[in-house]
């Protein structure tokens, strides 16, 4: 039988009204089975997806595809330094958002993430983009699992902050400093914890002197303690910007029979902690300061310490050369009290594991003995770093026994000076100890 041609003209496939209620058979098959050779506008059932998809002359993608979009990239791009971006936006669809990091002039990285809902995803910065220099403009898209790519967001890899010693501990960033110097942040930081410790007293100058008074000692660290029987202070957020830090030097030591020098006050973003008070020497009374000094053996009672930050200096009474020195006060105690049989101790200082180990810091200076006094030892330095009280007591074991300097950095007290003129090689009182600043901040943070 012959068989008749049928023409069909293009109108008749594409333009007339299909009214048949059956099925349009489509090519199925699975990823691998696309043609090798695809053009625009083939059309096909993929069996993986299930899905039927389209090549547009570049790709293969989802009949109606969704196109994602970035809105908003939140989190910073550090410099040396891994940290995450919480990407904002809308069609990410539920798996394999492919998010494209490409640096000026460089070559795209590539890290592949399943979002978090279809409007939120977040990535960790690949070490090939954090290697980047501060400066360096990063163009950030996604592509999502419908092999639509969204347009780019630029960043730009910025600075961390910088200044003093830095370490880390866990997920904290710490900024040691030991000297004066500026904190520079070029980002916004939230929840900036801090230790701020005021330079240390020295102890009182010539004989049966007072110990210096602790560096005034303040915190905000949760659940720790300020000095002075203080509690933590309120969290802090910094914005971008430059923050100068001062340290405050120890007290100066004393050849003479005056009052130990002041430590210097140490401060960060307008937080200020008072330098501690010298020891009473000669016929000059204790100072007050942070913790205030200890008194000299006249009688006299110690000097007086700053509220949520240090405590008061001891007191001393005794007769002649009986008398002993009073302690200078602690970060978180009085100084104790000199008589005729006793020497007062510094008292002892706060501990804190803000750099991620518990130090004691702010201990009082000691005070020291007279010459006949019948305790025949010196006045002990408070925990944290105050220093010890001079001995001069006759023929004893102790005898000569020179006062000692406050720790260096921990703003302790330095010890009162006992009869300087008959130790041989004495150079005046204990100096106090330097103070100390230290910033911390979350790294999950920035």
Same mark, same amino acid.
């Given at each position: ?92 669809? !539920? ?24 409007? #939120? ?14 400066? =360096? ?15 780019? =967001? ?14 880390? #501990? ?21 929840? =900036? ?11 009182? @100058? ?15 660290? #949760? ?39 002041? @430590? @210097?006050?140490? &401060? ?32 006299? !009672?110690?000097? &007086? ?9 001891? $007191?001393?009474? $005794? ?5 002993? @020195? ?37 201990? $009082? ?58 130790? #041989? ?22």
């Amino acid at each position: 039988m012959a068989i008749r041609k049928i023409t069909v003209s293009s109108g008749q496939v594409s333009d007339d009204a299909n009214t048949s209620t059956g099925a349009l058979d489509l090519p199925a098959g699975t990823t691998a089975e696309r043609p090798g050779s695809p053009t625009s506008g083939n059309i096909r059932y993929n069996t993986e997806t299930q899905a039927t998809e389209i090549y547009d002359g570049t790709a293969w993608g989802k009949v109606s595809p969704l196109t994602p979009n970035i809105s908003s990239i939140t989190g910073n791009i550090f410099s040396g330094f891994a940290t995450n971006l919480t990407l904002s936006g809308t069609n990410f669809l !539920s798996s394999n958002l492919v998010v494209g990091f490409t640096p000026s002039g460089g070559s795209e990285t590539t890290v592949t993430v399943t979002p978090t809902i279809d409007t #939120s995803a977040t990535v960790t910065v690949p070490a090939a983009i954090y290697g980047e220099s501060a400066g =360096v403009s990063i163009a950030i898209r996604v592509t999502n699992s419908d092999n639509r790519t969204s347009g780019s =967001v630029i960043k730009t890899v910025v600075a961390l902050p910088s200044g003093g010693t830095i370490t880390t #501990s866990g997920d904290y960033r710490i900024h040691t400093f030991n000297t004066s110097d500026d904190f520079i942040t070029p980002v916004t930081l939230t929840g =900036v914890e801090y230790l701020i410790i005021a330079g240390g007293g020295a102890g009182g @100058g010539y004989y049966y002197a007072g110990g210096g008074g602790a560096g005034g000692y303040r915190t905000n660290v #949760s659940g720790q303690s300020s000095g002075g029987g203080g509690s933590s202070e309120s969290s802090i957020n910094l914005t971008a910007a430059t923050y100068p830090v001062v340290v405050g030097a120890g007290g100066t030591s004393r050849t003479t029979q005056v009052a130990g020098g002041d @430590g @210097g006050d140490s &401060s960060f973003n307008s937080i200020v902690s008072v330098g501690g008070g010298g020891g009473g020497g000669g016929s000059d009374a204790p100072r007050s300061g942070g913790s205030g000094g200890g008194a000299r053996s006249t009688g006299s !009672s110690g000097a &007086s310490g700053t509220a949520n930050q240090g405590f008061a200096g001891g $007191g001393s009474a $005794g007769s002649s050369n009986q008398y002993g @020195g009073g302690g200078g006060g602690g970060a978180s105690a009085a100084g104790t009290n000199g008589d005729g049989n006793t020497v007062g101790n510094g008292g002892d200082g706060v501990s804190s594991n803000i750099t991620g180990s518990a130090v004691t810091r702010a201990g $009082g200076g000691g005070g020291a003995s007279g010459a006949f006094n019948a305790a025949a030892s010196q006045g002990l330095g408070g925990a944290g770093g105050g220093g010890r009280g001079g001995d001069y007591e006759t023929g004893g074991a102790s005898a000569g026994i020179q006062p000692g300097d406050g720790t260096i950095n921990t703003g302790s007290g330095g010890g009162g000076s006992s009869h300087i003129t008959n130790i #041989s090689g004495s150079a005046g009182s204990g100096a106090g100890g330097k103070g100390v600043v230290i910033i911390r901040y979350d790294t999950t943070t920035l």
